[in-house]
């Protein structure tokens, strides 16, 4: 395993710039996650670090050698597509050695490296059948046995389980978090959803329009976003954005919030927020997690963040362990999480609880948190 070092990284395709000085530093045995919608960048990066794309400026280094005009097979890296690229006509255990059969290595090297490899994906009652007598999730384990096989510095995942069913997307959720665990070796991984950035990586790289938006942990991105687009992508469901006037009582900012219900209501803002106190007479976002938003919490009692509001809800969503219910708060949409036994129906009203401290704002017009 080695370091990955993107540095200032940027892509042209004729006029129209991809990629927009992206810099990341990826630390040895680390997994980090490329996510972003659709024509952010994220596969285009990957495509660079592989060396099927060539950079148009910047610096990719491996380890402690700059990679930028080496070609792809020698880069010590080792990819798993999306739609697994397996050879049809080879067996599963051709498909694993290949790879190892063309750089010369000794038959009994080989012979080793694909029992190792079977045995640590559970393909080994698998390797004498052709691709296309396997399940997809098989042939994504053959996909990545045949990685592994090669022992590369780097791993790049490119949305390797976008072709499955749910079900089995949650179960090679589980086996790539267990493999990283097991070869602790440096992975790249892209996808463009927000679940799967969340639960595999030890840091995500949120990217939209070739430029990464935040890199940090997940949790980190979860509860300290950037922008709106971070915390609107990260989460599900999402975020919920409130515009709303910011006043003061006693000196102190407060948001005002109308439900239809209660008008006007003043709630005050936790006081870590100071330089919500510049926007005092003008408009601000206010973000905060369906969760953060429920009927009750355990601390309420103790914590001077939560504050009571009467809404009237609109619509319900049972999920199972869950209800979100959907109520208008200063005429917008809002998402809330609360106990199925604690929902009301829709148009009748409810008093629900906002725990502020978890609170974030925006700023209107860049769009950017206020810290």
């Known amino acids: 395993m080695a370091s990955l070092t993107i540095k200032d990284a940027c892509k042209s395709f004729g006029s129209t710039d991809v990629l927009k000085g992206v810099s990341i530093d990826v630390k040895s045995g680390e997994f980090l996650v490329l996510v972003g919608p659709s024509g952010c960048g994220k596969s285009t990066l990957l495509n660079l670090i592989a060396g099927l794309e060539t950079i148009t400026s910047g610096e990719i280094a491996i380890g402690d050698r700059v990679v930028n005009k080496v070609s792809p097979k020698d880069r010590d890296i080792a990819m798993v597509f999306q739609s697994y690229a397996l050879y049809p006509n080879m067996t599963v255990y051709k498909n694993i050695s290949f790879g190892l059969e063309t750089r010369g290595v000794p038959k009994q090297e080989i012979e080793a490296a694909v029992e190792r490899v079977a045995g640590l994906l559970q393909i080994t009652e698998l390797l004498d059948r052709k691709p296309s007598q396997l399940s997809g999730g098989q042939r994504q384990r053959v996909a990545m046995g045949r990685a592994i096989a ?116 003043q709630i005050p803002v936790s006081t870590s927020v100071s330089d919500l106190k510049a926007y005092i007479g003008k408009e601000v976002i206010l973000g905060i997690r369906p969760e953060k938003i429920a009927h009750g919490f355990p601390d309420q009692e103790i914590n001077p963040g939560i504050h009571e509001l009467k809404c009237r809800v609109q619509v319900l969503e049972p999920t199972g362990p869950d209800t979100l219910v959907f109520v208008l708060i200063n005429d917008k949409e809002v998402t809330c999480r609360v106990q199925p036994a604690d929902a009301k129906n829709p148009g009748e009203d409810m008093t629900l609880m906002l725990d502020m401290s978890k609170a974030i704002f925006f700023d209107p017009d860049t769009e950017n948190r206020i810290s």
């Open 150 to 265: 090669r022992n590369p510095a780097v791993f790049l995942f490119d949305e390797p389980l976008s072709n499955l069913d749910a079900k089995l997307r949650v179960e090679m959720r589980t086996e790539i978090k267990l493999l990283h665990q097991r070869i602790n070796t440096t992975i790249v991984y892209v996808t463009h959803d927000q679940i799967e950035a969340m639960t595999l990586a030890d840091r995500i790289a949120i990217m939209k329009d070739g430029i990464v938006q935040q890199l940090d942990s997940p949790q980190q991105v979860y509860d300290n976003p950037a922008n709106i687009f971070v915390a609107g992508f990260i989460g599900s469901p999402s975020m919920n954005f409130i515009r709303c006037k910011v006043g003061a009582s006693d000196n102190s900012p407060v948001i005002e919030l109308n439900t239809g219900v209660e008008s006007g209501r």
